[in-house]
């Protein structure tokens, strides 16, 4: 028996190999999602197919539920591709090449850049893939784990292999709200209108600690002054302060200053 699934040449398929629990079909979907993976093939489910369980806990990947191809064997499910990765974590005696989830993504990405069709194959929850079913792929994709406690779950796996194949070509970090749209680089990026603080407003800034250091008397000698301020402007700079930080350290000094000024309360005044 064989169920055809849409083509989805651009990028990888995946294959679990005789899963046991609708659940971990389920979560490996929603792996798959997260990763913009959508082609799903699942051989010999053991609990059959379709599964409720598996729906539900896809957490909305549902079309990848509904449109995994369904098959009889292994071989019967790789067919239509022309290069095959096989996750295990154990040594198999066999001359393939081994790669980690990084090293396969790249390789991944070149082989569908020249018009392949790539599949990674998962095996099942308890003890992953035979030797036979690993003697159809062409690569071993084996992550560095300890090797004390090597077992990852299926979803996990998913997780690992599709983040590595999907991180080069993400536009964006995270998810977007109504407020924001998500993330486009890495680090911490600036949000709000006013975005990062001008070089103006950081002068103003230095210029006024420092106006309001010298009167507070921090500078011991004048000539500790220079590498002093020197630091502080080197330590503010490289934080990348947006403009409404640097009003608000504006208002803390200006709070401070404020308060120095004022006249101390005597022992006896307080005691009234």
């Known amino acids: 028996m064989t169920t055809a699934q849409t083509d989805s040449s651009d990028r990888p398929a ?12 389920g979560t ?7 990763f913009a993976l959508n082609e799903l093939h699942i051989v010999e489910p053991r609990d059959g197919w379709p599964n409720e369980r ?19 064997t292994c071989r019967q499910a790789l067919e239509p591709f022309n290069r095959v990765y096989a996750t295990t974590a154990r040594p198999r005696g ?6 980690t989830p990084e090293e396969a993504a790249a390789d991944m990405h070149q082989r569908i850049g020249n018009g392949e069709r790539v599949a990674i194959m998962f095996g099942r929850e308890r003890w992953g893939l035979n030797n036979e ?27 690992l292999v599709g983040y590595e194949w999907y991180k080069p ?37 230095f210029d006024h600690l420092e106006t309001e250091l010298e009167t507070a008397g921090f500078f011991k000698s004048p000539a500790m002054r220079p590498g002093m301020m020197r630091n502080l402007r080197n330590m503010f700079q490289r934080i990348e302060l947006s403009l409404q930080e640097v009003r608000t350290l504006r208002g803390v000094i200006a709070s401070l200053t404020r308060t120095h000024l004022r006249p101390r309360k005597s022992n006896d005044e ?3």
């Not at 995946?14 to 079909?25: R, S």
């Not at 066999?94 to 790669?99: C, D, E, H, L, S």
């Not at 993400?170 to 709200?177: E, F, K, N, P, R």
């Open 54 to 72: 598996a729906r539900s806990a896809s957490s909305g990947a549902v079309k990848v539920i509904e449109e995994a191809g369904l098959h009889d």
């Open 133 to 159: 079913e690993v003697s159809l792929a062409d690569v071993i994709i084996t992550a560095p784990v300890d090797p004390e406690f090597a077992s990852i779950n299926i979803a996990q796996a998913v997780l």
């Open 270 to 272: 307080a005691g009234k």
């Open 14 to 25: 995946v294959v679990l190999v005789n899963p046991q629990l609708g659940e971990n079909i």
């Open 94 to 99: 066999m001359t393939k090449q081994v790669m």
């Open 169 to 205: 070509v993400s536009a964006t970090l995270g998810m977007g709200t109504g407020e924001l749209p998500a993330m486009t680089g890495s680090g911490l990026k600036v949000r709000g209108d006013e975005g990062l603080a001008s070089k103006q407003d950081l002068h103003g800034f």
């Open 28 to 34: 490996a979907a929603r792996a798959m999602a997260n």
